[in-house]
Structure formats: C-alpha cells, structure tokens
C-alpha cells in the first residue's frame, strides 16, 4: 500500500466486510480478527490484512564456514601423501599399508593430485 491510500476500509454490512476478506484469499476462520465495529460501520484495516495475507519474512543471513581440510598424516590420505613425498613407489605403499585390491589404485590417484599442485 502506497502511504497517500487509506489504510480503513469502510462497510455498511458484515456481508459486504466479508466478502472484500474473502475476495483477498481470507480464510472465514479469521473474519473476526479484522472486522471492528465502529458506530458509522464495519471497518477493516488493510494494512494488517495485507501483512496477515502475505507476511514479510526476511531471509536469514548464510554464513559460509571454510572448509576443514584433514593434515596431512590423518587418516589413508594423509598416510600415501607422506608416503608418497617420502619417495616410496605405488606398490611399495600398497603392501605397506596392506590395501586391499579394490584400493590399488588409491596411491595413483593421490600421486597425480600432488604433482598437480
């Protein structure tokens, strides 16, 4: 609503004073909360109709947490880079760290992403 309209809105009727509500998307449940009666008519205010139909929520704020990286040393990865910058081949680190066959190709893989950065 602009601020130059007027924010009551005046009925002769309840009949008429509900189905403006009901025209808006009012649930009939809730009539009542809006509907004051002065001694020159119904009156509705439009304001709090408007913010009851449709309420102003603000977004919360996303905060973005760094990504933890685990040291080197931690865990398997951290096992084959040491490994790996120790000068040992991909075998030697696959019968050191006993891997099993569905891992033979972990020290590879890591041996690449090192010679990457």
Do not use: C
Request: proline residues 5%.
């Amino acid at each position: 609503m602009s601020a130059n309209t007027s924010t009551l809105k005046t009925f002769n009727t309840r009949d008429a004073a509900t189905s403006y509500l009901r025209k808006q998307g009012m649930d009939k449940s809730h009539y009542s909360e809006f509907i004051t009666n002065t001694g020159r008519g119904l009156t509705i205010n439009l304001a709090q109709v408007d913010e009851f139909l449709h309420p102003t929520v603000k977004a919360p704020k996303t905060v973005k947490t760094p990504a933890v990286k685990a040291p080197n040393g931690n865990g398997l990865a951290g096992q084959i880079r040491t490994l790996i910058l120790a000068g040992k081949s991909n075998e030697q680190i696959f019968t050191m760290l006993s891997l099993p066959e569905a891992k033979k190709s972990y020290p590879a893989w890591y041996r690449r992403q090192l010679a990457l950065k």
